[in-house]
Nanobody
Framework: QVQLVESGGGLVQVGDSLRLSCAAS????????MAWFRQAPGKERESVAV??????????ADSVKGRFTISRDNAQNTVTVILQMNSLKPEDTTVYYC?????????????????WGQGTQVTVSS
C-alpha cells in the first residue's frame, strides 16, 4: 500500500508561483510513476503532469506547458514529487491531486492510477 499526501496549495495572485509537494510513503520501493491531476467543480479530472519512475521522462498537458515543471526525489523509503507552477492564471484555480501508478512510465492521457492523494486547493486571484 502507498500513501500520498499533498501540500503547498494556497491563495496567490495572477502571475505568481506556487510549489506543490506530494510525499509518497509505504511500499515505494517498486516502480512508481507519478502524476499531478486537477479537477474543477463540474468538470472532468485533468492530467496536468506526469513523471516516470526514474524521473527521466516527463510530459505535460498543453494548458500548462512552459509554466509547470514536475520533478521527483526517490529516497530510500519515501518518494517526493514536486509540481512547480509559474505564471499562474485564474483558470489554474482548482483542487490538485497527486497520483501514483505501479508501472515505470505513464502517458499524459492515462487516467488509471493505483493510488490517489486527498488533494490540495490552489486559488489564483485576479
Amino acid at each position: 500500500q502507498v500513501q500520498l499526501v499533498e501540500s503547498g496549495g494556497g491563495l496567490v495572485q495572477v502571475g505568481d508561483s506556487l510549489r506543490l509537494s506530494c510525499a509518497a510513503s509505504g511500499r515505494t520501493f517498486s516502480s512508481l510513476s507519478m502524476a499531478w491531476f486537477r479537477q474543477a467543480p463540474g468538470k472532468e479530472r485533468e492530467s496536468v503532469a506526469v513523471i516516470s519512475w526514474s524521473g527521466g521522462s516527463t510530459d505535460y498537458a498543453d494548458s500548462v506547458k512552459g509554466r509547470f515543471t514536475i520533478s521527483r526525489d526517490n529516497a530510500q523509503n519515501t518518494v517526493t514529487v514536486i509540481l512547480q507552477m509559474n505564471s499562474l492564471k485564474p483558470e489554474d484555480t482548482t483542487v490538485y491531486y497527486c497520483a501514483a501508478a505501479r508501472r515505470p512510465r505513464v502517458a499524459i492521457k492515462d487516467m488509471v492510477y493505483d493510488y490517489w492523494g486527498q488533494g490540495t486547493q490552489v486559488t489564483v486571484s485576479s
